[in-house]
């Protein structure tokens, strides 16, 4: 076992809003005591993507086991904890209701505060897990299966959105163009993957600019002009290279962001600029941000690829500070599938 110090405060993380179950311990609020996390991914695969009523029976069969081996992991037994941190929402209702059920159940049991947390928040708070001197305000691009956001972190609870995308998210994008290349589900690392054999200037797809929203993206036209382009190429018998769809493709998506971004972080006149999100585990895409913060004398900030994709580790980063600024929740607590984040611009 482990030893807690007197003032310590642990949590228990709970997440579970889309394919994975994942539970771990956080000690006060970036020390990540143990971080387990159950990929449901394999099952997803044999249907191209998520089916909703499948990852909800999947976190029932595993969420016990998972909570506990987090407890294991960090050495910890449930008297250590001080707060149970859990995802009510965004995400798949069915699958964030495990979750929240799971989390509502121990916390009477155990007789300690409910923290709800939401999921982009903890995506956000994943940069404070490795970068100990990280502190708000700072800006952050937020791009994952589901989300597209860039985000104002004014302090921590406090969002401000700056621009959100019009229709797909960034890894919807990745992952749907993936499939129309015959690549298979989760599209984002194999994308990335045959990337690297193939050239980003090859084919000019469209980068979008949307009207009345400086900040905001869009990559529907994009995924469109991809199908198109496969379309145009097997009408005329032309051979298709993956490698040139996959690199070009991946440099139009990345041009937009980084471009958004470094707009953002002008106008705000920032020093620290991080990413998060699924697509943030993108080595192109990181580097492109790296170089394009240092240009501008911005210490840019990314959280390793295992906390840039779903985790509970993040969910005890962004509970544990909810926690100590009072916000808890009752028992009414129940999942939110279109949770709004912070203050809209
Ligand atoms: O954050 P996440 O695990 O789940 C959501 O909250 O959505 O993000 C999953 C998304 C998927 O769309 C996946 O294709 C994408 O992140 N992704 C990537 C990479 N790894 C995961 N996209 C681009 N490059 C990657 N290396
Ligand atoms: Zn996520």
């Known amino acids: 076992m482990r030893m807690k110090n007197k003032d310590d405060i642990w949590i228990l993380a709970i997440e579970s809003s889309c394919d994975e179950t994942a539970a771990a311990v956080v000690r006060n609020g970036r020390d ?10 394999e099952l997803h695969k044999l ?5 909703p009523e499948i990852a909800s029976r999947k976190h029932i069969e595993k969420i016990n086991q998972v909570v506990e081996e987090a407890l294991q992991g960090a050495g910890a037994s449930f008297d250590d904890i001080d707060a149970i941190a859990v995802t009510y929402g965004p995400g798949l209702v069915g699958a964030l209701l495990v979750g929240v059920a799971f989390a509502k159940a121990l916390s009477f049991a155990l007789g300690i505060p409910l923290v709800g947390v939401h999921h982009i928040e903890g995506h956000i708070c994943a940069n404070y897990i490795e970068n100990k001197e990280l502190e708000p305000p700072f800006l952050c691009l937020v791009v994952s299966g589901g989300h597209t956001h860039l985000v104002n972190v004014k302090g921590y609870g406090q969002y401000e959105i700056l621009g959100r ?13 993936a499939r129309a ?6 599209g984002g690392p194999k994308i990335e993957e045959l990337s690297k054999q193939g050239s980003p200037d090859a084919i000019p797809f469209p980068r979008a600019k949307v009207a009345g929203g400086q900040y905001d993206f869009s990559f529907s036209g994009l995924k ?22 996959a690199a070009s493709f991946q440099k139009a998506v990345i041009d937009v962001l980084v471009g958004h971004a470094m707009d953002a972080a002008q106008e705000f006149g920032v020093d620290k600029f ?3 999100g699924g697509v943030a585990s993108n ?10 913060c240092e240009q501008r004398n911005i210490r840019f900030y990314n959280p390793s690829p295992i906390f840039c994709t779903d985790n509970a580790a993040m969910i ?11 916000k808890t929740h009752g028992w009414d607590l129940n999942a939110v599938p279109g949770l709004k984040l912070g203050e809209s611009i």
């Open 181 to 186: 290349i015959g690549l298979g589900y989760p």
């Open 274 to 276: 991080s990413i998060a």
């Open 32 to 41: 990540v005591l143990s971080n387990v996390i159950s990929s449901q991914i």
């Open 224 to 245: 469109s002009a991809v199908l198109n382009y496969i379309n145009g190429c097997q009408m005329k018998k032309e051979p298709i290279c993956r490698a040139d769809v």
């Open 165 to 177: 995308t019009r229709d797909d998210a960034a890894g919807e994008a990745f992952d749907k163009v």
């Open 283 to 292: 080595a192109t895409l990181r580097e492109a941000m790296r170089q394009a």
């Open 316 to 326: 005890g980063v962004a509970g544990y500070y909810d926690f100590i600024n009072g």
């Open 47 to 51: 249907y191209g993507g998520v089916v």
